[in-house]
């Protein structure tokens, strides 16, 4: 089935710092989506990416999408606290289950 | 509108109990999912549904039944529990058929089996 690679798996930064996730799949994808995950919450979704190169942006966040569709990457500029939490990438194949990837987990000191 | 509701939100169960995790939705989505999340392993898809009378199997369907008899409940069945099977449990939907939409995510069951 469709597999997708998350890394890294933590990241601990000061506030202020910047901070990327990525997202890797062996095969193309339709689309990828982006959700966010505070603790003892439930993912919420944050974005959706369907074009290659795509780039689309949120404040602080900026969403890619690769040109062969097979990795995405989420940068945060200047983190704050509430940025904490565990940021997901989710994808389909072009079917209709959704692959989540494992996730990483952001954790912003003052 | 109270988006996707799951119940309960904290059960204990022995090892060999059978229960049922409730999901309902009123807003009208087809499609409906179960996911598992365990520490390190992300969110994994158990069983998901496209509408009403159909359903399909994720990633990790054994020791699960599922059933959509109306668009707007989704349960999911633990036949026989095992400690393995401790987790927390994501109800989510979307509109559309495919997992091409936005998921509107549950809070959760928080599931311990003894």
């Known amino acids: 089935g469709q597999q997708v690679m998350q890394i890294p798996q933590y990241q601990h930064v000061q506030e202020g710092e910047d901070f990327t996730t990525y997202c890797n799949s062996s095969?193309?994808?339709?689309?990828i989506q982006w959700y966010k995950q505070r603790p003892g919450g439930h993912p919420v979704f944050l974005i959706q990416l369907v074009k290659s190169g795509e780039v689309k942006k949120q404040k602080r966040l900026t969403f890619q999408f690769g040109e062969a569709k097979k990795n995405s990457s989420l940068h945060i500029t200047a983190t704050q606290t509430t940025d904490v939490g565990t940021y997901f990438c989710a994808a389909t194949g072009g079917g209709n289950k959704l692959t989540f990837g494992t996730g990483t987990q952001l954790k912003v000191e003052l | 509108n109270a988006g996707v509701t799951q119940t309960p939100k904290f059960q204990v169960l022995k090892t060999g109990q059978s229960m049922t995790l409730q999901c309902a939705q009123d807003?009208?989505?087809?499609?409906m999912s179960w996911y598992r999340q365990d520490p390190g392993m992300g969110l994994r898809l158990i069983h998901y549904s496209v509408g009403a009378g159909i359903t399909d199997q994720g990633e990790v369907p054994n020791g699960y039944n599922v059933s959509r008899s109306t668009t707007e409940d989704f349960p999911l069945r633990l036949l026989s529990a095992a400690p393995s099977q401790t987790s927390v449990y994501f109800c989510?939907?979307?509109?559309?058929?495919?997992?091409?939409?936005?998921?509107?995510f549950g809070d959760g069951t928080r599931l311990s089996i003894l």
């Open positions: 095969t193309t994808l339709s689309n």
């Open positions: 989510a939907s979307s509109p559309g058929t495919g997992g091409n939409q936005p998921q509107h």
């Open positions: 807003m009208n989505h087809e499609y």
